[in-house]
């Protein structure tokens, strides 16, 4: 059980455009979502907090405009990258928060398999 | 505010031999959670190892074991009998608590390859 997609697994696209990641929990429903972003050889950073039927909540730094974080429904989020360029070229990861080992009293994330996006 | 730090950014051991990478952390909760996740070269995230901070006695899980003291904020991983696939990438990591909408804090990884 828990099982988190990503699509796409990478993406390619030219700077300016943009692009569109699907973060999906498969079994389980997902309130709070979480958005990250690994440089290659890093450690995971969070870009933001994405709960279901409101506003994402972004992490210090990180640009709401350029990162457009949505969570309409309990089994998916989607964090479009508006006019890409070569520095937002990174590998996504998403996560979903669902009840864990200990029961409804505890809450764990389970990680998707990750986005690697090429801006070129 | 609460910090992980993992000072070996990188470690090499032989295939069958036994291995432990380091994590300090700080923070001024008395009660906390503790994991070691391990990012394979596919880049999943998985989870190895949890611990809460009340429990004394120190977690294990088939091969990986943690030496969790709490005084010393220190929560070491060892990994017995090492395999050609522990070869991944190893975070440790903190939640104060393990809410819905809690984040994980994340140390900077140890890379970690075992030797055939």
């Known amino acids: 059980g828990a099982v988190v997609s990503q699509h796409p697994s990478r993406v390619i696209c030219k700077s300016g455009t943009s692009v569109k990641i699907e973060c999906r929990s498969l079994d389980f429903q997902a309130t709070t979502m979480f958005w990250y972003r690994q440089f290659p050889k890093k450690s995971l950073m969070l870009m933001a907090t994405?709960?279901?039927?409101?506003?994402?909540?972004?992490e210090q730094g990180v640009e709401k405009d350029k990162f457009l974080i949505n969570h309409a429904s309990l089994t998916l989020s989607t964090l479009t990258v508006t006019s890409a360029h070569p520095e937002d070229s990174s590998f996504y990861i998403c996560?979903?928060?669902?009840?864990?080992?200990?029961?409804?009293?505890?809450?764990?994330?389970?990680f998707g398999p990750g986005t690697r996006l090429t801006v070129t | 505010a609460q910090t992980v730090t993992q000072s070996q950014p990188e470690m090499s051991v032989q295939e069958a031999e036994t291995v432990t990478l380091s994590c300090t952390y700080d923070?001024?909760?008395?009660?906390?959670?503790l994991f070691w996740y391990k990012q394979p070269p596919s880049r999943q995230m998985i989870l190895v190892i949890r611990?809460?901070?009340?429990?004394?006695q120190n977690a294990t899980e088939n091969r990986f074991s943690v030496n969790f003291q709490k005084a010393a904020k220190s929560f070491s991983l060892k990994i017995s009998d090492s395999q050609l696939g522990d070869t991944a990438m190893y975070f440790c990591?903190?939640?104060?608590?393990?809410?819905?909408?809690?984040?994980?804090?994340f140390g900077k990884g140890t890379r970690l390859h075992i030797l055939p």
């Open positions: 923070t001024s909760e008395n009660n906390y959670y």
């Open positions: 990591a903190f939640m104060t608590r393990m809410n819905r909408d809690d984040k994980i804090i």
């Open positions: 996560s979903a928060s669902a009840p864990g080992y200990w029961g409804g009293v505890y809450y764990e994330q389970y």
């Open positions: 611990q809460e901070a009340y429990k004394q």
């Open positions: 994405s709960n279901e039927g409101s506003k994402a909540t972004y």
